[in-house]
């Protein structure tokens, strides 16, 4: 069974800086799907990014990007020019793409808290 | 956009009692998911459905149960409540299965007293 790991429960940023959150993953397959999710005091489930197995290159979306390490397993989230309202518990996610099985294996979250 | 509806938003039982949670997917979405979501906790995987059919099952006790319909909507049922079903549910919905994204609902916040 794949299992994720985020050994940051909680995080904390200057506004305007950069923050690493960190996530590896263990799983035996070769392609999969890889997310993270952003959850708010407002407790919805936000997706932030995603990056496919497959693709080498690092996904990006405005002021978050990945480094996925797929040898190292390894897929951690950067957020640049941190803002107030990035504030929340951040999950990474895994997804197998096969058949039947395309439930999302959560983290335990890493609590962001962003200081003015 | 529409995104996915889940009610209702806030639900209090008591124990031994009956609880039905409804979700509304993205239209034209045909996959739907439920999570379960305790107090500090990462969401746990309930079941899906695809296309109406059951296509994947995590843990979910037996006293729960779910089903999608022709309108692609899904119940999920819980029965003989017990303190520790206090949780967050999330449904989520995707288009089909493969690379598609989940889109979470706002959840039902189910209170046991």
């Known amino acids: 069974a794949q299992t994720v790991t985020q050994s940051q429960p909680e995080m904390s940023v200057q506004e305007a800086e950069t923050v690493t959150l960190s996530c590896t993953y263990d799983?035996?397959?070769?392609?999969?799907?890889l997310f993270w999710y952003k959850q708010p005091p407002s407790r919805q489930m936000i997706l932030v990014i995603r990056?496919?197995?497959?693709?080498?290159q690092n996904a990006t979306e405005n002021r978050f990007s990945v480094n996925f390490q797929k040898a190292a397993k390894s897929f951690s989230l950067k957020i640049s020019d941190s803002q107030l309202g990035d504030a929340a518990m951040y999950f990474c996610a895994y997804r197998s793409t096969q058949g039947g099985s395309e439930k999302l294996v959560f983290g335990k979250g890493t609590k962001l808290t962003v200081n003015p | 956009a529409a995104g996915v509806i889940q009610s209702p938003r806030h639900l209090i039982k008591e124990k031994r009692e009956t609880a039905t949670l409804k979700c509304y997917p993205i239209?034209?979405?045909?996959?739907v998911y439920w999570y379960q979501q305790g107090p500090g906790q990462d969401p746990q995987f309930l079941i899906s459905?695809?296309?109406?059919?059951?296509?994947d099952k995590g843990s979910i006790p037996d006293r729960f149960s779910a089903q999608q319909f022709s309108d692609y909507h899904s119940e999920l049922n819980m029965s003989s409540l017990e303190l520790g079903d206090s949780a967050l549910y999330f449904c989520?919905?995707?288009?089909?299965?493969?690379?598609?994204?989940?889109?979470f609902g706002d959840g039902t916040r189910l209170s046991i007293l």
């Open positions: 990056q496919e197995a497959y693709k080498q």
């Open positions: 799983t035996s397959e070769s392609d999969y799907y």
């Open positions: 459905f695809y296309e109406k059919m059951q296509s």
């Open positions: 239209p034209r979405h045909d996959t």
């Open positions: 989520a919905s995707s288009l089909g299965v493969g690379n598609q994204p989940q889109h």
